[in-house]
């Protein structure tokens, strides 16, 4: 059974950084796409950054210079580095995996992403 779990999200003031963790089992589509999508109340679920089963990675443009994806692949693991925190930055951010086609780049649609964490809630502070 697939299933992804995040941890790392919590409380900071702005500035600070915190580093989400996406550990995941049970995968097998031989292509595919892992990403972090963040979501506040009332408002659509929305890419934050994607990384492919070959390792390239896609950070949202606004995003980029203060958000940083990785992985480790020996612990089945996806990362979201986030520094420079922004009050903007709260939400509900959530780890997603889905199947890619060959040769494509992953998708930031949330529902191209068939499988999801349960969410960890990141608070920055002004």
């Known amino acids: 059974q697939v299933q992804l779990v995040e941890s790392g999200g919590g409380s900071v003031q702005s500035g600070g950084s915190l580093r989400l963790s996406c550990a995941a089992s049970?995968?097998?589509?031989?292509?595919?796409?892992m990403g972090w999508f963040r979501q506040t109340p009332g408002k659509e679920r929305e890419e934050v950054a994607t990384?492919?089963?070959?390792?390239?990675?896609t950070i949202v443009s606004s995003l980029k210079g203060r958000f940083a994806i990785s992985r480790d692949i020996a612990k089945n693991t996806l990362y979201l580095q986030m520094n420079r925190l922004k009050p903007e930055d709260t939400a509900m951010y959530y780890c997603?995996?889905?199947?890619?086609?060959?040769?494509?780049?992953?998708?930031?649609?949330?529902?191209?992403?068939?499988?999801w964490g349960q969410g960890t809630q990141v608070t920055v502070s002004s």
């Open positions: 990384m492919t089963d070959l390792g390239m990675p």
């Open positions: 997603a995996a889905g199947p890619r086609s060959v040769g494509a780049a992953c998708n930031s649609i949330p529902g191209a992403y068939n499988i």
């Open positions: 049970g995968y097998t589509y031989s292509h595919y796409c």
